[in-house]
Each structure stands twice: as structure tokens, then as C-alpha cells.
């Protein structure tokens, strides 16, 4: 059995459930998920996990949400538990290079992977990103400019756009 340690983090009315190990962040719900969801979610990704209470790793990434949230941080600085495909996780990365304020189109990110035909591919590894807000997946938009599916919701994509100044 693998501890996965968990908090909830409060923005607004929207509870988001933060998962870790002991090697960095590993799950981040966005407000829709019950802790009942998350928790399965959890499983699938660390067999046999037991969910325990508080870590380092939880502390730093609430922290650094705060100062997101308040306009004092443009960058995420924390250690990442990534566990998905090796396109999977290159795509995560590449989300990680869009620069706060700036939105990327699916077929720019699909580019920088060196994948340039690969959007719809780049597309569905974006709706499996595991750790939304840190890895900035809010950040791509559709082609001609839209707001296109996250797992949050278009409202909250909206708004995280505008905390990062961006206005559709």
C-alpha cells in the first residue's frame, strides 16, 4: 500500500481536492468532482492507496494556488507526480511552456511536440491532464479563438483566463 496524502482547497464556493505522493502533486479535481469521485480517481492512479491527511507537497501547492489566485504568482514551482502514457506526459510538459496570459492553440502545442498533424491526439491528452491549473491546460483554445472543453467547466476556464489577464 502507497500513502497518497489529500487536502481540500476552497476557491470561492468551488472545493478542489489536491492529491499527493511523496514524490510531488499528482491529482487536482476543479470543484465538480465529489471527494467520493476523487478518491476513486486516486485509486486508478496509485493502486491500493491509502488516503492520508496533509504533506509538504500539499502545503507548497496551496500556497502557490493562493498567490495565483491573487495575482502574485504567474508560475508554478512544484514537484509533479505525472503518471500517464509518454505522449501523455510530453503533452503535460508542453503545457508547462505556455507563458501566463498567453493562450496556445491545440495545434501550436501539437507543434511544439514535434507532432504537427497530431491536434485531435494533443486534444485528448489535454482532457486526461491530471493536475489542472498547475499544468495550464486552461490556456488552449480553439483555433478560431473559443473557449473549448475543460474539465472544470468553459466558466471557470473563463475565469481563469481573466485572473491571468486574457479576455476572449
Same mark, same amino acid.
Given at each position: 500500500?502507497?500513502?497518497?496524502?489529500?487536502?481540500?482547497?476552497?476557491? *470561492?464556493?468551488? #472545493?478542489? =481536492?489536491?492529491?499527493? %505522493?511523496?514524490?510531488?502533486?499528482?491529482?487536482?479535481?476543479? *470543484?465538480?468532482?465529489?471527494?467520493?469521485?476523487?478518491?476513486?480517481?486516486?485509486?486508478?492512479?496509485?493502486?491500493?492507496? @491509502?488516503?492520508?491527511?496533509?504533506?509538504?507537497?500539499?502545503?507548497?501547492?496551496? &500556497?502557490?494556488?493562493?498567490?495565483?489566485?491573487?495575482?502574485?504568482?504567474?508560475?508554478?514551482?512544484?514537484?509533479?507526480?505525472? &503518471? *500517464? %502514457?509518454?505522449?501523455?506526459?510530453? @503533452?503535460?510538459?508542453?503545457?508547462?511552456?505556455? #507563458?501566463?496570459?498567453?493562450?496556445?492553440? =491545440?495545434?501550436?502545442?501539437?507543434?511544439?511536440?514535434?507532432?504537427?498533424?497530431?491536434?485531435?491526439? @494533443?486534444?485528448?491528452?489535454? *482532457?486526461?491532464?491530471?493536475?489542472?491549473?498547475?499544468? #495550464?491546460?486552461?490556456?488552449?483554445?480553439?483555433?478560431?479563438?473559443?473557449?473549448?472543453? =475543460?474539465?472544470?467547466?468553459?466558466?471557470?476556464?473563463?475565469?481563469?483566463?481573466?485572473?491571468?489577464?486574457?479576455?476572449?
Amino acid at each position: 500500500m502507497q500513502q497518497v496524502h489529500y487536502c481540500t482547497y476552497m476557491h *470561492g464556493d468551488l #472545493p478542489f =481536492y489536491i492529491a499527493s %505522493t511523496d514524490i510531488g502533486v499528482l491529482y487536482i479535481t476543479l *470543484g465538480n468532482e465529489s471527494f467520493d469521485d476523487f478518491a476513486h480517481a486516486v485509486r486508478k492512479k496509485v493502486k491500493d492507496a @491509502v488516503l492520508t491527511k496533509a504533506s509538504p507537497h500539499l502545503e507548497a501547492c496551496t &500556497r502557490q494556488l493562493d498567490e495565483y489566485f491573487a495575482k502574485e504568482r504567474t508560475q508554478f514551482s512544484l514537484e509533479l507526480d505525472l &503518471r *500517464g %502514457t509518454p505522449f501523455q506526459i510530453s @503533452v503535460w510538459q508542453a503545457l508547462q511552456n505556455i #507563458p501566463y496570459g498567453m493562450t496556445w492553440t =491545440y495545434s501550436q502545442v501539437a507543434r511544439s511536440i514535434g507532432k504537427q498533424a497530431g491536434f485531435r491526439a @494533443v486534444g485528448s491528452a489535454i *482532457g486526461k491532464n491530471p493536475i489542472s491549473i498547475i499544468i #495550464p491546460c486552461h490556456r488552449v483554445i480553439g483555433k478560431d479563438g473559443s473557449l473549448t472543453g =475543460y474539465a472544470g467547466g468553459l466558466t471557470l476556464k473563463q475565469e481563469l483566463l481573466q485572473t491571468e489577464g486574457v479576455s476572449l
